[in-house]
């Protein structure tokens, strides 16, 4: 299994625009979410889903939309990027709630100039 | 969301035990403890959670008051490679999502 996989590493944007982060699992997982993390800080919930189209916000969802079509795929759109969106952000699936453990992607590095 | 309470840091040798504290006084009867680590530049890994037994796995233990109002993470041999953050979190169980609230974490040196 390749896990959690997320694309690109690193993305640099200016002010206003848009672009899609990519998020796959290849564990059947049902629950998906989306992470932020700033520098020194923990990791915020922006978005999350509990199955295929199906999803609900966190703590953080402004400025980001997402959908989830498929089970293996979560994509986090940034629809008119900021600079107070520079950001480290995370995708993570779990094959349920609060008994199961999350599994981590290795994190997009994203710049907004 | 019920909140947990971590030490800043802390500090081991290398192949010494480490007791990593944490405090959930606000835990309800669904909650699981979970604990991930953060290793410098990688995404968070899981690491142990339990609902009301100590858990014990390849990575670590988890001993939980009976009270459920703390808990301690134990790695019985912590390496170079155990320098990490550590975080205690309380995801809850039933029908809901169960979302991880992440704290600042504690973040544990070890000295060769």
């Known amino acids: 299994n390749a896990g959690v996989t997320q694309t690109p590493k690193f993305q640099v944007l200016k002010t206003g625009q848009s672009m899609t982060l990519q998020c796959a699992q290849d564990m059947n997982h049902e629950y998906m979410s989306w992470y932020r993390q700033d520098p020194g800080m923990g990791l915020r919930l922006i978005h999350y889903?509990?199955?295929?189209?199906?999803?609900d916000q966190g703590e953080v969802p402004n400025g980001y939309n997402v959908s989830r079509s498929t089970t293996e795929d979560f994509p986090l759109r940034l629809l008119s990027a900021a600079p107070s969106q520079t950001s480290v952000y995370f995708c993570a699936s779990s094959y349920g709630g609060g008994g199961s453990e999350q599994y981590f992607g290795p994190g997009t590095r994203l710049t907004v100039t | 969301d019920a909140k947990t309470t971590q030490p800043n840091s802390m500090e081991s040798n290398e192949e010494e035990p480490v007791h990593l504290p944490c405090n959930h006084s606000?835990?309800?009867?669904?909650?699981?403890i979970h604990w991930y680590r953060q290793l410098p530049s990688q995404g968070p890994e899981y690491v142990i959670h339990g609902l009301t037994s100590n858990v014990n796995n390849r990575m670590a233990s988890l001993a939980i008051a009976e009270d459920r109002k703390s808990s301690t993470l134990i790695l019985h041999r912590a390496t170079l490679r155990d320098a990490a953050v550590y975080y205690c979190?309380?995801?809850?169980?039933?029908?809901?999502?169960?979302?991880?609230?992440f704290g600042q974490g504690t973040i544990l040196t070890v000295h060769p």
């Open positions: 979190i309380l995801r809850s169980g039933g029908t809901s999502y169960g979302k991880l609230t």
């Open positions: 889903s509990v199955g295929a189209g199906i999803t």
């Open positions: 606000t835990i309800s009867g669904t909650d699981y």
